[in-house]
């Protein structure tokens, strides 16, 4: 069987690629895959990310055993067939490729193949411009500040904040009860 995979990116509007993998690959072939596609390195660590349908972040499929002490499955992506985890069509994926900063592609599983094999995984489609693979750490805080300032500015503080008049017999001083006795 063979799995058909979308890729995007939240950096570039236009940026999409589709992957074709046979389904007992590791997640490592996938992963090798998707970086040759975007001409990135394989130097970085990256995992993937298996989400439920609001995208929300489940089992991790990590590149190397990283020597965590929880409880859960380890998943390595060498020793992990794609159909151990992925089983059915809209099945979605995240690949953090950078972790410094959290950058990834969101995937879909958009198709399942039966009846087709593929020896080496294909990028049949490539469309727009990968985003670079790192970013200037300096920069890109800057562009975190600009954006939480940007978001600070529109704040109406009335609305946030409610009515600032207010009626100090309301207030009351909080000591009324008290008994210093």
Avoid: H
């Amino acid at each position: 069987m063979v799995y058909k995979f979308k890729l995007v990116s939240d950096e570039v509007s236009n940026f999409s690629r589709e992957i074709e993998i046979d389904a007992n690959s590791s997640f490592l072939q996938l992963r090798n895959a998707i970086l040759d596609s975007v001409n990135y390195s394989k130097d970085d660590i990256d995992s993937f990310f298996l989400c439920d349908d609001e995208w929300q972040r489940q089992e991790e499929i990590t590149l190397e055993d990283m020597g965590s002490s929880s409880d859960q499955d380890i998943w390595i992506m060498e020793d992990t067939p794609l159909n151990e985890l992925i089983e059915e069509e809209g099945q979605k994926l995240v690949f953090v490729f950078d972790y410094m900063t959290e950058r990834s592609f969101f995937m879909e599983m958009k198709e399942a193949v039966p009846g087709r094999t593929l020896s080496d995984p294909i990028c049949t489609v490539k469309r727009g411009k990968a985003p670079a693979q790192n970013v200037d750490l300096d920069e890109f805080e800057k562009q975190i500040d600009q954006n939480a300032k940007k978001q600070v500015e529109d704040i109406d503080i009335e609305e946030f904040y409610g009515d600032t008049d207010f009626n100090e017999d309301e207030l009351g001083s909080g000591f009324d009860d008290l008994s210093l006795n």
